[in-house]
């Protein structure tokens, strides 16, 4: 028989031993976690319950205050357990969340992640290998060196010795097609760009102490072709023209042929920022829209964009495998030359990073799991929402569309509506947690944009959105007429 409890039980429980603190790998991480995912589950299906809509309603105090509420005592002197922890943030975080996987959250490229890179992304986080050294990651190394072969021949099909990197996203990506670009000319070298182009490769030529970029007119939100052949023309050498395929306000793509025709005249060298776009080179009904991007130096893909990846799944390709010798990089305790002389796999050139995750696994995983057909048909039925999405507005008489979709993003604004309307409007969805729209300007208006990512979007999710953002939209000045 137990001894009866104590009359006066101790004041605080006793802290747990280390004999409870389970690890995540070896033969006992599996069993452990099990209990831990379940608790996990129950918290993100109970914390998306409290929060019906996109994200929570009240706007930045009160999401901030209800985390602060559930959060605290944020590290007592005793902990509460795992199962305790797991619970209350988890679901904090969960009934606080912006959820790409509602239909109406669709401000920006922040897509829904799929279940199975997902699963594949808790793999990767129980092994915990580390990417700058073999002994660290011997078969994650080999597969992500299997991933890096596969896509660059997807993306260089003809070029013989094509690689890839995987990186944190596009701006990283960016930032490395212009560091392989001032090494390739031993100094620096003069970016041009379009007024549509991300602003990461602006940063980038900051931070890598390159001239401040010239920036060509994007008129119809495509690099204007004349100005650049003029800017090409009366500019000093060497020249890097980054084109994009993709942009982040209307996801148009730039003329890219011309392009590198400009740039192949002009001895320039060609970087295409396909963060958003690339994907679409997967996909046999949509890679023509890409047509001409392989006569690239460089690339910049996004898989956690239009790839449907927990973030981060970034790849930057190029043409050729020795641009990348400038990365080459000696650390005696990682990549001992003996060691490399012997056989073992140099890893510190495939990245800037010393430390970075094994992010080709979830990639790997979800392209065996689909399949080029499965693949492509979540792009054809994503790229099919936005299509139907643009015939909703066009036949809406109360709404107007800025252009037909080219990828995902529609922009649209209440036909009677002032910019400040639309600015109002959006702010007013996201404090009521009814909508997640972006906003953009486009032909000297702000527009609603809506980046659809969601291949499971349907007709009346499109429907309940437009509703949405009509019977939510008060026009300022409902006498004036509207002027298209």
């Known amino acids: 028989m137990s001894a009866p409890p104590s009359a006066h039980p101790p004041a605080h429980p006793p802290v747990q031993s280390p004999t409870h603190t389970p690890l995540a ?3 006992t991480g599996p ?9 996990v589950l129950t918290a993100l299906t109970t ?3 409290d929060r019906p809509g996109p994200l929570p309603a009240g706007g930045p105090a009160r999401t901030t205050a209800q985390l602060n509420k559930a959060a605290q005592p944020l590290f007592p002197d005793t902990g509460t357990g795992p199962h305790e922890a797991l619970r209350t943030l988890v679901h904090a975080l969960a009934a606080g969340a912006a959820d790409p996987a509602h239909p109406h959250c ?12 997902v699963a594949a992304d808790l793999a990767a986080s129980a092994l915990n290998p580390s990417m700058d050294s073999w002994d660290q990651a011997p078969a994650a190394s080999a597969l992500e060196e299997a991933l890096t072969r596969t896509l660059a021949a997807e993306v260089f099909p003809q070029a013989p010795h094509p690689d890839t990197l995987i990186t944190t996203g596009g701006t990283e990506s960016n930032q490395l097609a212009l560091l392989l670009a001032r090494e390739k000319h031993g100094g620096p070298v003069q970016l041009v760009v379009g007024a549509n182009a991300h602003h990461s490769l602006t940063r980038a030529a900051w931070l890598l102490g390159l001239p401040e970029p010239v920036v060509v007119p994007a008129p119809n939100g495509t690099l204007d072709l004349a100005a650049l052949d003029e800017a090409l023309t009366h500019l000093h050498h060497p ?13 148009q793509i730039d003329p890219l042929p011309d392009i590198a025709d400009l740039c192949q005249q002009h001895d320039a060298d060609l970087h295409i920022d396909a963060a958003y776009g690339g994907p679409l080179l997967l996909s046999p009904a949509h890679r023509h829209l890409l047509h001409g991007l392989d006569r690239a130096h460089t690339i910049t893909l996004d898989l956690h964009k239009l790839g449907w990846q927990p973030v981060a799944a970034g790849i930057l390709a190029v043409a050729d495998s020795t641009a990348l010798r400038p990365l080459a990089h000696q650390a005696d305790y990682l990549n001992a030359d003996d060691d490399t002389d012997a056989g073992i796999p140099d890893l510190l050139g495939r990245s ?15 392209l065996k799991s689909l399949g080029r057909d499965g693949f492509a048909e979540l792009l054809e039925r994503t790229l099919a929402a936005a299509r139907l999405l643009a015939d909703r507005i066009e036949k809406h008489p109360g709404l107007e569309l800025y252009d037909r979709p080219t990828l995902t993003t529609v922009l649209f604004r209440p036909t009677d509506a002032t910019d400040d309307d639309v600015a109002h409007l959006r702010r007013t969805l996201l404090t009521e947690g009814r909508a997640v729209l972006g906003r953009t300007h486009a032909a000297g208006r702000l527009w609603l944009k809506a980046t659809l990512l969601n291949p499971h979007t349907t007709p009346e999710d499109l429907d309940a959105l437009l509703d949405l953002t009509c019977t939510h939209h008060t026009p300022a000045h409902p006498e004036r007429p509207h002027h298209r």
């Open 31 to 39: 069993p452990a976690l099990r209990p831990l995912l379940g608790t």
């Open 25 to 27: 790998g070896g033969p």
């Open 352 to 366: 800037l990073r010393t430390t970075r995750r094994p992010d080709a696994l979830k990639i790997a995983v979800t």
């Open 47 to 49: 914390g998306a319950s």
């Open 106 to 117: 669709a401000a920006h490229l922040h897509c829904p992640p799929l279940a199975v890179a």
């Open 239 to 251: 020249l890097l023209v980054a084109a994009t395929a993709g942009t982040t306000d209307t996801g």
